[in-house]
């Protein structure tokens, strides 16, 4: 990697990290009313706090997965596969500015430990990809299966009345699967038994963290 790229790199870390992100796509619209669907209401507040702590957990995933595309990126030396992974890591950074959006829309906050999140998972990025091409694919296979499972999860618990943030949440949820797909095509091999679960158990740390904090 020159140090161009390099340079580049570092300051997509730091803007992911100060949540100044750049949009190629407009944020996701709410699809139209059906008809003779009831009249759109207003949140509650209690509703309103478990938006924007549902969007606050997807705006950490949108860091880590900059971090994550970006230590894969680092590692290996295929430039079809630097090129694949900036386009994922550029349809990610859209979610990172459709989420902080809706953060502030929603008068909430981003997880104030995100310079943790970015460098945790910088970390486990690199080392996926230390695995070789295969490995880092898979491992991007299976990081985007789960990231899919967990909005399919949110679409199930945000509040009827949060159109906005089920529009962002679904357009994501394509996305990631999209990447997913993407990654197995390429080569990914298949994840072990037990590397899957610590992902899984790793995941649900942040999330349950990034809610509150």
Not at 28 to 39: H, I, R, S, T, V
Not at 75 to 104: C, I, N, Q, V
Not at 158 to 184: K, N
């Amino acid at each position: 990697m020159t140090l161009d790229e390099l340079i580049c790199e570092f300051d997509r870390g730091l803007r992911s990290i100060a949540g100044v992100s750049r949009m190629t796509r407009p944020v996701p619209e709410p699809k139209p009313a059906e008809a003779g669907a009831p009249a759109q209401t207003e949140m509650t507040l209690p509703e309103r706090a478990h938006s924007a702590a549902l969007m606050r957990v997807n705006h950490v995933g949108e860091i880590c997965a900059q971090a994550l595309y970006q230590a894969q990126k680092l590692a290996t030396r295929s430039p079809g596969l630097k090129a694949a992974f900036e386009h994922a890591a550029s349809e990610e950074e859209d979610h990172l500015a459709w989420t902080a959006a809706r953060l502030r829309e929603l008068d909430s906050r981003p997880s104030l430990l995100n310079p943790l999140w970015y460098t945790g998972a910088l970390a486990i990025g690199f080392t996926a990809g230390c695995f070789g091409d295969r490995a880092s694919l898979g491992f991007m296979a299976e990081t985007e299966r789960q990231v899919e499972r967990h909005l399919e999860g949110h679409l199930h618990t945000l509040p009827e009345a949060d159109r906005q943030s089920r529009a962002i949440v679904e357009q994501m949820r394509d996305d990631e699967r999209t990447h997913g797909q993407s990654a197995t095509e390429a080569g990914g091999v298949e994840l072990p038994v037990p590397v899957k679960a610590l992902m899984r158990a790793a995941s649900k740390v942040m999330t349950q963290t990034a809610y509150y904090i």
